[in-house]
């Protein structure tokens, strides 16, 4: 399992309800694959720097998952595929930045590591 953030941006004349079963309908690919969907957090219409497909305003909303790469590839093909989207990004994130440790460094390698630096 490994962290992700999506983003993804909705036309922003869609009803309440449509943008709420978009979001909804992604989340629910993603526990239907195992994975577990952290904060959803919902930046409503924000005004684009550019007009993009003829639109100048879009609902934005962040994801955070925690799901195998399979998952996420089948959410990316979905929110291409959704004509409520007009951009989306699926982002993996460094397990520092999740809250993940990595593995500890060993005395020896640090060391060795010093070493290398001319240290």
Same mark, same amino acid.
């Given at each position: 399992?490994?962290?992700?953030?999506?983003?993804?941006?909705?036309? @922003?004349?869609?009803?309440?309800?449509?943008? #709420? @079963?978009?979001?909804?309908?992604?989340?629910?690919? =993603?526990?239907?694959?195992?994975?577990?969907?952290?904060? =959803?957090?919902?930046?409503?219409?924000?005004?684009?720097?550019?007009?993009?497909?003829?639109?100048?305003?879009?609902?934005?909303? *962040?994801?955070?998952?925690?799901?195998?790469?399979?998952?996420?590839?089948?959410?990316?093909?979905?929110?291409?595929?959704? /004509?409520?989207?007009?951009?989306? !990004?699926?982002?993996?994130?460094?397990? !520092? *930045?999740?809250? #993940?440790?990595? #593995?500890?460094?060993?005395?020896? /390698?640090?060391?060795?590591?010093?070493?290398?630096?001319?240290?």
């Amino acid at each position: 399992m490994r962290p992700y953030e999506v983003m993804v941006i909705l036309d @922003a004349g869609l009803e309440e309800d449509v943008i #709420r @079963a978009t979001i909804d309908r992604a989340t629910q690919l =993603v526990t239907a694959g195992g994975g577990t969907v952290g904060r =959803v957090d919902r930046w409503g219409r924000r005004r684009f720097a550019y007009e993009v497909h003829h639109r100048s305003e879009g609902y934005y909303a *962040v994801v955070e998952t925690t799901a195998e790469p399979a998952v996420m590839a089948d959410l990316d093909r979905m929110l291409g595929l959704a /004509d409520e989207v007009v951009r989306h !990004k699926v982002v993996r994130l460094p397990d !520092k *930045v999740a809250g #993940r440790t990595l #593995r500890p460094v060993l005395a020896e /390698d640090a060391g060795a590591d010093s070493n290398a630096n001319g240290a």
